[in-house]
């Protein structure tokens, strides 16, 4: 009897990328963090256009992921709706409010550049 517990293996990376798109997240970007930090490899980070369009999208990736044997390891800040982390691991999922987005700027913060040991910006 063939056993059907198992879901068929999945690409998670795409599987993110397009739930994402298919909720019309917006400003969608890719941040390669292996070898700056052991919690993660990848962080993805997107935007919402609301508190609802925010838990919306970080609702269906967590759902789209369970659908294929990726259960997230937590969930954080989907009671506010302005910053929703879901970490699936390998890769965590940030969906974020733009004025939030812009004010924590994760994108600068993981710009670290290791050689100097500061932050990779002009000075």
Not at 93 to 114: A, N, T
């Amino acid at each position: 009897m063939p056993n059907n517990a198992n879901p068929p293996t999945v690409d998670l990376k795409q599987l993110i990328l397009t739930t994402l798109e298919d909720m019309k997240a917006e400003d969608v970007i890719e941040l390669d963090v292996n070898g700056k930090t052991s919690v993660t490899d990848l962080l993805i980070i997107a935007s919402g256009t609301s508190s609802r369009h925010v838990k919306s999208i970080a609702s269906n990736v967590a759902i789209e992921a369970k659908k294929h044997g990726k259960k997230p390891l937590g969930i954080e800040g989907e009671a506010q709706g302005e910053w929703v982390l879901v970490d699936l691991g390998d890769i965590v999922v940030h969906v974020m409010q733009p004025h939030v987005r812009q004010f924590y700027d994760l994108e600068k913060l993981w710009s670290f550049d290791e050689h100097s040991g500061t932050a990779a910006e002009s000075k």
